[in-house]
Every structure is written in C-alpha cells, then in structure tokens.
C-alpha cells in the first residue's frame, strides 16, 4: 500500500495516479520483507536457544543433586 506523507492515499478526487509502480519499488519491498523474516527468524532462534541453555542448565543443577545424594 502507499500512503502520502499527509496519510491519504488518494488524490482529491480519488485518482492514485501518483503511485509509482516499477521494478525499484519490488526490489525495495522484497528487501524489506527478506529483512523482517530474518529479524523474525533471528529472534525465534536466539529465543530457542535461551530455552535451550535454561534446560541444560537445569539439568546439570538436578544431575549434580542427585550425584551429592
């Protein structure tokens, strides 16, 4: 979608006719999206992987009590 600075996205008389399609706006839309799917990405992993070393840090601390007994 495309949006004025003033938030219309149409003319006085409901034209777009001020809308520029073409190729640069692909690329920069395509970048856009590749880029917010590796942040979504990034942030999914780094949380996987904090889930991951809270689990293994839990089982050592359950292993070494076990081991004192």
Same mark, same amino acid.
Not at 10 to 23: H, L, S, T, Y
Not at 51 to 67: H, I, M, P, W
């Given at each position: 979608?495309?949006?004025?600075?003033?938030?219309? !996205? &149409?003319?006085?008389?409901?034209?777009? *006719?001020? !809308?520029?399609?073409?190729?640069?706006?692909?690329?920069?839309? /395509?970048?856009? &999206?590749?880029?917010?799917? &590796?942040?979504? *990405?990034?942030?999914?992993?780094?949380?996987?992987?904090?889930?991951? /070393?809270?689990?293994?840090?839990?089982?050592?601390?359950?292993?070494?009590?076990? &081991?004192?007994?």
């Amino acid at each position: 979608m495309h949006a004025s600075l003033d938030g219309f !996205v &149409a003319g006085p008389n409901g034209e777009i *006719d001020w !809308v520029k399609v073409d190729e640069e706006i692909f690329e920069y839309t /395509n970048k856009l &999206a590749d880029q917010s799917i &590796a942040d979504r *990405d990034g942030m999914l992993q780094s949380s996987m992987q904090l889930g991951v /070393n809270e689990t293994y840090d839990r089982l050592d601390e359950l292993l070494s009590k076990d &081991a004192a007994r």
